[in-house]
């Protein structure tokens, strides 16, 4: 089985940094792109940031600036750092990679459970 399971979330004030962690697991064959989208209450799933298995990245406009996605091939892991933090940021962060499992010859997205960030003061 393959798994991902994202770390890092929390209260913090405007203005402030957080850092967002997702790491595979399980019968992992090769992982192609990751990326991180984010629900706020009555709102639907939006896209944060991408970033191919070689280092591409995309973001959307309004974390531009702001938000930087990186990966650890080694460690089957993404990470969001989020800087300049607004409440318009409160979501929940939900991470997702293409990956081909072991026991299958094709790729399949998978999403890890979320975590909840929440910007006040």
């Known amino acids: 089985q393959v798994q991902l399971v994202e770390s890092g979330g929390g209260l913090v004030q405007p203005g402030g940094s957080l850092r967002l962690s997702c790491a595979a697991s399980g019968s992992i064959f090769g992982i192609f792109p990751m990326g991180w989208y984010r629900q706020a209450p009555g709102k639907q799933r939006e896209l944060v940031a991408t970033i191919t298995s070689g280092g591409s990245t995309n973001y959307a406009d309004s974390v531009k600036g702001r938000f930087t996605i990186s990966r650890d091939n080694a460690k089957l892991t993404v990470y969001l750092q989020m800087n300049s933090l607004k409440p318009e940021d409160t979501a929940v962060y939900y991470c997702?990679?293409?990956?081909?499992?072991?026991?299958?010859?094709?790729?399949?997205?998978?999403w890890g459970q979320g975590t909840q960030v929440t910007v006040s003061s």
């Open positions: 997702n990679a293409e990956i081909r499992p072991t026991y299958d010859s094709s790729t399949r997205t998978y």
